[in-house]
């Protein structure tokens, strides 16, 4: 199965997806991880996406497309993929769906995760003090809202003109939000 979790910046996709891969075996992809891993091992890729990421923008499509792609074959031999933080854009999300046509896979879900802004701001606020992410603090996270809204949220109709969306309010606790996505699966 290949699962998308979809939703804004700290609407709890990382959470939910660690929680996927350790109850079925499903292997996360999150560019996000990738790219942060990328730049702390000082990679000429990390030292490319280091400033961008740190201001909240986008990291060019291509690089994250082939991110993906290299890790995608590895996914589906392992039983599927969820997807976290990918796709951003609609050249990413058309780009997933025909690296899964070539190896006779598609997309079987897209769980959105919907959590209101001050909420967003919240959790960001305590992450910040907690981890001290760089693309935390309040002017980054402005920016990857606004990118957000911008550039990912457009494919939700994409989504569901496949019939493939649910949408799941993302303001409770953990294991509340785990059980609505796990009825979303069922
Ligand atoms: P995340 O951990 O998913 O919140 O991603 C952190 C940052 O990595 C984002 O704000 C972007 O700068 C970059 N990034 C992660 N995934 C993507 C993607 N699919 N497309 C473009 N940029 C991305």
Partial sequence: MNLILFGP???GK???????????GMVQLSTGDMLRE???????LGKQCQAIMSEGGLIADDIVIALIEARLKEAEDAGGAIFDGFP??????????AMLAKLG?????????KV????LLERVAKRFADQGRPDDNPESFKVRLDAYNRNTAPLLPYYAEKGLL???DGMGAIDAVASAIDAALS
């Avoid at 990382?14 to 079925?24: H, I, N, S």
């Fill in 116 to 119: 209101d802004d001050d909420a």
């Fill in 14 to 24: 990382g959470t939910q997806a660690k929680r996927l891969v350790e109850q079925r």
């Fill in 88 to 97: 951003r854009t609609l050249a990413q999300a058309e780009a997933l769906d």
């Fill in 166 to 168: 649910t949408e799941i």
């Fill in 105 to 113: 896979k598609q997309i079987d879900a897209v769980v959105r995760l």
């Fill in 38 to 44: 990328a730049i702390a091992s000082g990679s000429e």
């Fill in 9 to 11: 910046p700290a609407a």
